[in-house]
């Protein structure tokens, strides 16, 4: 059973960073490609970033590009999702996604809280 565990999500005021990571347990990681997803309140999941098994290819979507950045530690079992520039808009809950073929497996999702 593929687990993942999000952490590193808090309270931070705009303009400033913080770094999520996303451990996978169950699973051969390294074959997994890896997401980060968000959703706000009333509002539908939103594509935040995903990255290749190997790492080579990463994509972002519109509203953070040039501020979010997806990386990942095979060695580690480990995907982070390093935030700069928070805007206020960027109040959710994370969540990360492996997906393999036709599987995909959801982490249970951390806060993040973008204060003014």
């Known amino acids: 059973q593929v687990q993942l565990v999000e952490s590193g999500g808090g309270l931070v005021q705009a303009g400033g960073s913080l770094r999520l990571s996303c451990a996978v347990s169950g699973g051969t990681f390294s074959r997994y490609s890896m997401a980060w997803f968000r959703q706000a309140p009333g509002k539908e999941r939103e594509f935040v970033a995903a990255?290749?098994?190997?790492?080579?290819?990463?994509y972002s979507g519109d509203s953070v590009k040039g501020r979010f950045t997806i990386s990942r530690d095979n060695a580690k079992n480990t995907v982070y999702l390093q935030m700069n520039s928070l805007k206020l808009e960027d109040t959710a809950v994370y969540y990360c996604?492996?997906?393999?073929?036709?599987?995909?497996?959801w982490g249970q999702g951390t806060q993040v809280t973008v204060s003014s």
């Open positions: 990255i290749s098994w190997r790492g080579g290819a990463t």
């Open positions: 996604m492996a997906s393999r073929s036709t599987y995909n497996y």
